[in-house]
């Protein structure tokens, strides 16, 4: 990965900041401290990887609300760029991938996902954030990242470096492979059993099929007898089952025609009491025939009587609608007549109420003469004082606006008088605050490291915290092993045991060596399970120490955020001194030019030419505002007159319509008065109700003897409904008459038809008694019949279910012989994939390639060491050791996988915590730049960036020397090598600078050469 350029926006303490990394082969970024000289690098792994020192939200810019990353970088022929962005309060934000197309411009490659884009990142970087930070990246603060690992996870960081995850990832398929084949394995073991439990029932099933086709010949011999036997009684009873039949139909006729016998009884009866009845009715003949005509005259007079009370009705309805006709006619006139003599009487009233008025008409007309004069005079006046009006008003505005400056002036030279007061007693105030501060940042500063120092030990609890759970899980493995080469123990050890590669068989001393191999191989796992509990126990004691560590720091770091609030207050404190410095300075110039102002009265200088104008304007309309108060006195005064005036040409108007409007009333009075008077002697209405009193005579209706009528035909009502009933007897007598002959002559039949079935019925019953019954020896004939033949049927249907069976059987022992040969096969595949899991393990091939790598490691580090530190630091790398049990108790030697460094110099090996920090960073940068170099050889990754982020600071000139000499001497192997440091002197050995500054406007960025 070669970078070729690099955009930030509002990332840590970067506003807006673009870097190009064009040309720049070995160059050093510097800056004071907090400047963003490590923001600048943590913006790469940002865009890369999406991880930094801050968080999400952290990484943005205090009072931003996005951040986004823009990072270009070539790799062999292709460029490729990474645009990373984040809101605030998001968790997930927006990540791009794109390529540079052959016109220049870049075309996306990014993923439908977040996650699976970021994974095309890496397999294109062919690196991930862990691996390059712990070799093309040191990290500042973290340079001992990978001496302070354990050796477990050194050993993982090599396995990254190397590209081993895919021996990882093939033995774990093979582990899947093999537990696969195993369950199959033992699925088709548990099915086979059941399988052999079912063929050794062959024997019993074949005993059986022969006992049951015996006991079929025999009950088929006894079920042909008993078939005959029955055939012959059912034919000796077919006979008697017919004369059976026939007499029972005989029987069932005989007794219908009895009831048939009945029915016509009854309805003879019946015709009798209906014949009785109409003889009654026509006895009584001449009575209802006379009732019936009297009822039919009384229906005539009541038809003539209602027409004449239909006339009689119409016409008083008429007469009364008359009536009413002629009272409202006389309602109308009479209050017609009244409005006419009220209006009369309020036109005489309205006369003499004017006449006051009308008196005064002289003095009127002379009051409105002098109203007149006045109003001229006025308008005469008011014109002046529109005039004069806005000047006054624009004077008075003047005045206070006047007034207002000089107030204004005066205030505030008074309070920048009190304001300077105060600026001089906080200046005195602020003068001790500089060693305050001081101070407070010597403890912040040594609080820092212990934060530092805090952190590294929380990391390192941590990774014991890892180291322990990954020991506990080989534990586990290991045992899950022993509990398998137990079972294959077991398994070899019977007689017939098969070679679990070869499936050959095994016998003798072929065995026995089989056995003893799997016996070693128990004793090393078992070997294996005491060396990492012990590893556990260690770690859980670093742990524990390591956490009271932590604890320890914890309680003195609780001072550490009120002493940095009280460093950012005192720096305010110290700033708002110097202002307050520059604010009296500016005070004192504005108090000696406000006084001098007040003192010559050079304020408002306009305002005061201009209140001058208006002054001789005002003068030159000579307006008399008592004059013109005079009059409007007057013209109140006088405008009664004017409403006088107004009044009494109103009253002049009324009066002459008063005098041509009585007689027009008087006249109408009189008319209406006449047309009252002749309403109820020769009006047309008066005529009409004349006329229909005569209709009514000329009608006679006589409503007493229409009601005396109506109730004689309420009494005779029933007549009618009795002479109905009359013609109906007379015509239904001759029906019942012959249909009484009919039943006569049907009862006679009925008769004869009985005397024939009785004679039948006996004649039947003598035939029966010649014939014999067998019906209760058929029936049981029928049910030993139907016994034999279930017992047949049932005897066959178990036949048939043991032929099935037997069939079944051969092919499970088909199947048996193909799932023998399956389990063969698959105990081969699951030995084999065993192998390979362990061949693919850490332990196989992936240890073998880190041991192949060490001794370049070791070579290429003490060969960087060398020209560090003038030959005085040597490192060795250990793979193996042998375990505390063995040291201990003095027994055979057992060694375990390790991958520990040791350091020597010229006083001997010691430990890496002894060394101080600079030989401490010397160690780190050789093994780093060592991993560094070795990588960047290697196809896998292709690593031409290198990172050297602070760390200077621990050497002194000697060692920077070296420091530099070491840098360039790997510079050919790679594309770019940035160093990042605030040391001048080591800053100056670099040809290309990338100077970094914090302003108001967040970090800046310069290059220079």
């Not at 026939?246 to 009945?262: G, K, M, P, S, V």
């Not at 004192?588 to 030419?609: K, P, V, W």
């Not at 279910?801 to 193909?818: G, M, N, V």
Request: hydrophobic share 35%; proline share 1%.
């Amino acid at each position: 990965m070669i970078p070729h350029q690099l955009t930030l926006k509002y990332f840590l303490s970067y506003q807006a900041a673009t870097l190009d990394f064009t040309g720049l082969h070995t160059a050093c970024i510097c800056g004071a401290n907090g400047a963003g000289k490590s923001s600048l690098l943590e913006g790469i792994t940002w865009a890369l990887w999406g991880k930094s020192r801050a968080s999400s939200d952290d990484v943005i810019q205090t009072g931003a609300e996005y951040v986004r990353v823009d990072f270009t970088f070539g790799i062999g022929l292709e460029v490729y760029r990474v645009i990373r962005s984040g809101h605030r309060g998001r968790s997930a934000g927006e990540l791009q991938f794109q390529i540079r197309t052959v016109s220049g411009k870049f075309r996306s490659i990014s993923e439908k996902t977040k996650r699976a884009t970021q994974e095309k990142i890496n397999e294109t970087l062919k690196l991930n954030y862990d691996t390059f930070v712990n070799s093309a990246y040191l990290r500042q603060g973290h340079a001992d990242e990978f001496m302070q690992s354990s050796p477990s996870d050194r050993k993982k960081v090599l396995a990254d470096l190397l590209k081993l995850e895919q021996y990882e990832t093939l033995a774990s398929q093979a582990k899947d492979a093999a537990r696969q084949f195993k369950t199959q394995s033992e699925v088709l073991q548990n099915q086979l059993m059941p399988l052999q439990t079912q063929l050794g029932q062959r024997d019993v099933l074949t005993q059986t099929q022969t006992a049951q086709a015996e006991a079929i010949a025999t009950l088929k011999t006894q079920t042909q007898a008993t078939q005959t036997q029955w055939e012959t009684l059912r034919d000796q009873s077919r006979d008697r089952r017919r004369l059976e039949e026939q007499l029972h139909w005989q029987q069932t006729q005989f007794q219908r025609l009895l009831q048939d016998a009945e029915r016509l009884t009854q309805e003879q009866a019946q015709l009798q009491q209906q014949a009785t009845a109409l003889h009654h009715h026509i006895d009584q003949a001449d009575e209802i025939t006379a009732n019936y005509q009297q009822l039919q005259t009384w229906q005539r007079q009541q038809a003539a009587y209602a027409e004449y009370f239909q006339t009689d009705q119409a016409a008083r309805q008429r007469r009364q609608a008359l009536v009413q006709q002629l009272e409202q006619a006389k309602n109308q006139l009479q209050l017609g007549l009244q409005q006419t003599q009220t209006e009369l009487k309020t036109l005489d009233r309205q006369a003499q109420e004017l006449q006051p008025l009308l008196a005064q008409a002289s003095g009127i007309q002379s009051a409105l003469t002098q109203l007149q004069a006045c109003r001229q005079q006025l308008q005469v006046l008011e014109q002046n004082q529109l005039k004069v009006a806005p000047l006054h008003q624009r004077r008075q505005i003047l005045q206070l606006e006047i007034g207002q400056v000089e107030a204004r002036f005066r205030a505030q030279w008074e309070s920048l008088g009190r304001e300077r007061a105060q600026l001089l007693e906080a200046k005195t105030q602020g003068q001790p605050l500089r060693q305050q501060l001081l101070t407070v940042e010597a403890e912040v500063e040594n609080l820092d490291k212990k934060r530092v120092y805090q952190q590294r030990v929380i990391d390192k609890a941590q990774e014991q915290n890892t180291v322990q759970a990954r020991l506990q899980a080989q534990v586990q493995t290991i045992t899950q092993e022993l509990g398998e080469a137990e079972q294959t123990w077991q398994r070899l050890a019977q007689a017939d045991a098969h070679c679990p590669m070869c499936e050959r068989a095994l016998v003798g001393a072929e065995r026995e060596q089989v056995l003893h191999k799997i016996q070693v191989r128990q004793d090393t796992l078992q070997q294996q399970t005491w060396v990492l509990r012990e590893q556990i126990a260690d770690c859980e004691h670093q742990r524990e120490k390591l956490q009271q560590e932590a604890t320890a720091l914890t309680h003195d770091l609780q001072a550490y955020d009120r002493l940095v609030q009280k460093r950012g207050q005192l720096e305010a404190k110290l700033n708002r001194v110097v202002e307050l410095q520059e604010q009296i300075w500016t005070l004192d110039e504005r108090l000696a030019e406000m006084a001098r102002s007040l003192e010559t009265g050079e304020y408002a200088l306009e305002r005061q030419r201009e209140l001058a104008e208006l002054e001789r304007a005002i003068a030159a309309l000579n307006y008399d505002e008592q004059h013109h108060s005079q009059l409007r006195t007057q013209e109140r005064e006088l405008r009664w007159a004017d409403a006088k005036a107004a009044k009494l040409q109103d009253a002049e108007q009324r009066l002459k319509g008063i005098n041509q409007r009585r007689p027009d009333l008087q006249t109408q009075a009189e008319q209406q008065q006449a047309e009252l008077d002749n309403l109820h002697q020769t009006s047309p209405l008066q005529q009409q109700i004349t006329a229909i009193d005569q209709e009514l005579e000329t009608i006679g209706y006589d409503a007493q003897a229409h009601q005396t009528l109506l109730q004689q035909l309420q009494q005779a009502r029933t007549w009618e409904l009795t002479y109905q009933n009359l013609q109906q007897a007379q015509q239904r007598l001759p029906e019942l008459q012959e249909q009484q002959q009919q039943l006569t002559v049907r009862q006679t039949q009925q008769q004869a038809e009985q005397t024939q079935a009785q004679a039948q019925i006996t004649e039947l019953a003598s035939q029966m008694e010649t014939l014999p019954d067998h019906r209760a020896a058929l029936e049981t004939l029928e049910q030993t019949r139907q016994q034999q033949q279930q017992q047949l049927a049932d005897l066959q249907l178990e036949q048939g279910k043991i032929e099935q069976s037997l069939t079944q059987l051969a092919e499970l022992e088909t199947q048996c012989q193909a799932t023998q040969e399956r389990l063969t096969w698959l105990g081969g595949q699951h030995r084999i994939y065993q192998e390979l899991a362990q061949a693919f393990g850490k332990n196989g091939i992936q240890a073998l390639m880190i041991e192949n790598l060490l001794p370049q490691l070791e070579a290429e580090t003490n060969h960087l060491l060398a020209r560090l530190t003038g030959n005085q630091l040597h490192v060795q790398f250990v793979t193996q050791k042998a375990t505390k049990a063995s040291r201990s108790r003095k027994k055979a030697t057992k060694m375990i996988d390790t991958l520990e460094i040791l350091i020597a110099d010229a006083q001997g090996t010691r430990p890496y915590e002894t060394y101080s920090g600079g030989e401490a960073f010397r160690i780190n940068f050789a093994i780093r730049l060592a991993l560094a170099k070795l990588l960047a050889q290697r196809s896998g990754a292709a690593l031409q960036m290198l990172v050297i982020d602070e760390g200077f600071g621990t050497q002194d000139t000697a060692g920077c020397e070296r420091l530099i000499a070491a840098i360039n001497a790997i510079a050919p192997d790679f594309a770019c090598i940035l160093a990042v440091t605030h040391i001048p002197q080591f800053k100056e050995a670099f040809t290309h600078r990338i100077e970094v500054q914090k302003t108001a406007q967040g970090s800046q960025l310069q290059l220079s050469n």
